[in-house]
């Protein structure tokens, strides 16, 4: 016969009404994120966003004074885009190193990390301003965007700190998958805004814009983790949520075991994960590869020099801004779909946009984009492709909009491992996909390389169709969605 469990120990009926009071307590605390008020929160958000666009800005405002760049430093694009190589080394960093950075930043604090590594951040554009050389730009580009890829995927965790479910996160993961995606297209229009002074003002005005924000960011960003803010409580004194230090933290070389090996794992195992990365790292990708599509095709075609067809990227951010707005509807009817299922909003309304968005937005935008375009020296007026962009653009939205918040509902505790294995994506295509696009519309011609893009995502809009039609059988299939308990 076994022998009673001490008083004291975490098995004691004493010692589970002490935990289950101060579990209690900590849902009702000040001090919880959850209960922060809305004003705070949004602070926090918005500011993140800022720094968010900010980012993305030093990602793409390099393609546009691109070639100079590569001239002023004796690189030739004669055999391959190497004036691209800046952009590859960014987002090439920014797919991996967030895969152990983040797991450091969850486990040690929000608010000092993001901080520091935002420093980080605004130092590294100090050597790409003033670089001497292609290698001292493309060293301090890596080191950029290693700590830049971590500030963007950063964001949604902060979301997921502060407020506890689905229908209060919606316009949180709006406004940053907006900002996320906005600041990327609009750097080439920074580029081109000051592209005329010198490609070293590209860097200047970041820097600029960087210091007036950071004391912002120092003001305003408080640590959101409530482990964290629960665990200095408990340091500080004895109260009601004292029983959570029992609570044992799994060691740091667990963390980041499971955060690289988890999302690889999701990636080649869950079909679903698997497919909607394919779908939204194509998007992505989609807003790199125009940076070298559009000086081609409106060069040759309209006579656009670098600045103008840096600006003619404004389309894909106007459309980006529509797609932002249609998505608040599109939350409110996914929580309105809880009504026909239990009250449990259904996961595949998540994508009620995103499809007709994909074939009209994305497919139609791009063919519409390519045989507006026509070929050097036919006669068309630029509006007419322009017009196309604006819907790549408006799908882009719709499309990574739906993915992030499809990953978080279905994963639930995997989310963050699954919305990883997104963003690597995302990452890779951005970095890697571009450098092909000068030599295929070369080849293929302007019309039938964007046509033979519009077939690729209407190839990538099955996954998310199956799913609207199978949704609910896909789900009960996955290990990973019954082990997580997502809807």
Request: glycine share 8%; charged share 15%; aromatic share 8%.
């Given at each position: 016969m076994s022998s009673p469990a001490p008083p004291n120990s975490p098995e004691s009926p004493r010692a589970e009404d002490s935990l289950e009071s101060a579990e209690k307590a900590w849902e009702g605390h000040p001090a919880n994120p959850f209960n922060w008020p809305e004003k705070k929160k949004w602070g926090i958000i918005l500011v993140a966003a800022a720094v968010t666009l900010l980012v993305g800005l030093n990602a793409t405002a390099v393609t546009t004074p691109g070639i100079v760049i590569a001239e002023s430093f004796h690189v030739s694009d004669a055999d391959f885009p190497h004036s691209y190589w800046p952009v590859t080394v960014w987002n090439t960093a920014a797919a991996f190193v967030p895969m152990l950075g983040l797991p450091l930043l969850e486990n040690f604090g929000i608010r000092e990390g993001y901080l520091a590594l935002y420093l980080v951040f605004i130092l590294m554009v100090i050597p790409q301003a003033v670089a001497p050389?292609?290698?001292?730009?493309?060293?301090?580009?890596?080191?950029?965007?290693?700590?830049?890829?971590?500030?963007?995927?950063?964001?949604?965790?902060?979301?997921?700190?502060?407020?506890?479910?689905?229908?209060?996160?919606?316009?949180?993961?709006?406004?940053?998958?907006?900002?996320?995606?906005?600041?990327?297209?609009?750097?080439?229009?920074?580029?081109?805004?000051?592209?005329?002074?010198?490609?070293?003002?590209?860097?200047?005005?970041?820097?600029?814009?960087?210091?007036?924000?950071?004391?912002?960011?120092?003001?305003?960003?408080?640590?959101?983790?409530?482990?964290?803010?629960?665990?200095?409580?408990?340091?500080?004194?004895?109260?009601?949520?004292?029983?959570?230090?029992?609570?044992?933290?799994?060691?740091?070389?667990?963390?980041l075991y499971e955060a690289i090996t988890r999302p690889a794992h999701l990636l080649i195992s869950e079909p679903v994960v698997f497919s909607f990365t394919l779908w939204a790292a194509f998007c992505f990708g989609l807003v790199f590869l125009m940076t070298q599509s559009i000086p081609l095709v409106y060069g040759t075609t309209f006579g656009f020099g670098a600045p103008a067809s840096g600006l003619v990227q404004l389309s894909l951010f106007i459309g980006e801004t529509l797609g932002a707005l249609a998505c608040l509807p599109q939350n409110a009817y996914h929580t309105r779909s809880a009504a026909r299922n239990d009250g449990v909003p259904v996961p595949e309304a998540r994508l009620a946009l995103s499809i007709p968005a994909s074939v009209l937005g994305l497919a139609g935008g791009l063919f519409w984009y390519g045989w507006a375009s026509g070929n050097a020296g036919e006669t068309t007026h630029w509006m007419l492709p322009t017009a196309g962009l604006a819907l790549v653009g408006f799908a882009i939205m719709a499309i990574i909009t739906a993915v992030d918040l499809y990953i978080a509902d279905v994963y639930a505790r995997f989310a963050g491992s699954a919305i990883s294995a997104v963003a690597m994506g995302e990452n890779i295509f951005a970095a890697w996909l571009p450098l092909a696009s000068a030599r295929m519309y070369e080849t293929l011609g302007y019309a039938w390389a964007s046509t033979l893009l519009g077939f690729v995502a209407l190839g990538l809009t099955a996954a998310p169709v199956a799913l609207w039609w199978k949704g609910e059988w896909v789900r009960g299939k996955s290990r990973f969605i019954g082990e997580a308990g997502g809807t």
């Open positions: 050389n292609f290698a001292t730009l493309l060293v301090s580009r890596a080191i950029g965007g290693a700590v830049g890829g971590i500030l963007l995927n950063s964001m949604e965790q902060l979301c997921a700190d502060l407020w506890r479910i689905d229908k209060e996160r919606n316009l949180s993961i709006t406004v940053y998958t907006y900002a996320y995606v906005a600041g990327v297209t609009l750097g080439p229009v920074l580029g081109a805004l000051v592209g005329n002074l010198s490609w070293r003002w590209v860097f200047y005005v970041q820097l600029i814009l960087h210091c007036a924000l950071f004391p912002a960011v120092c003001a305003i960003m408080r640590e959101t983790r409530g482990a964290i803010i629960r665990r200095r409580l408990n340091q500080k004194s004895t109260n009601v949520t004292s029983p959570a230090t029992t609570t044992t933290r799994p060691p740091l070389s667990t963390l």
